[in-house]
Each structure stands twice: as C-alpha cells, then as structure tokens.
C-alpha cells in the first residue's frame, strides 16, 4: 500500500492495535462496528491505516473496548 499519510508507521500501529484488542475481546468487526456506532467499512478502513480518525472517534473505540485512549495511541 501507498503511503497516503505522513504518519503513515504511527497510523499502521494505531490500526494494528485496535484489530488485536478487539480480536482479545473476541469481537468480530461487523459487531464492534455496531458499538462504536460506526459502518464496518470504516471501521476496516481504520484498522488498515487508510484513514486518519477524529480524536473523538478515537475516544468512542475506546468506550467500545472499554480502554483508555492512551492504550490505544501509546504505543
């Protein structure tokens, strides 16, 4: 995949991290989706790093996987 973002890695990593807690919680991503209020395609979107997400959509997959932000972007 084309690089599309400067913060490309971060991004990848970002995704990376969402698709291995919400697989730890066995969540599928179609039910995931439907937590975080969000269509399953952007949701794959996100988790392949081909989107850049709001702060807020950030803070609503964390309420979804019951973490805090920083699990998610702290890498």
Known sequence: MAKQYIDQDYLELVGQRIIQIRQD???SQEKFAELVD???RQLGRIERAEHN???SLVKKIAD????SVGSILDL
Not at 64 to 67: E, F, K, S, T
């Open 64 to 67: 979804a996987l019951n973490i």
């Open 25 to 27: 919680k066995k969540l």
């Open 38 to 40: 969000i269509d399953t």
């Open 53 to 55: 997400s709001s702060i």
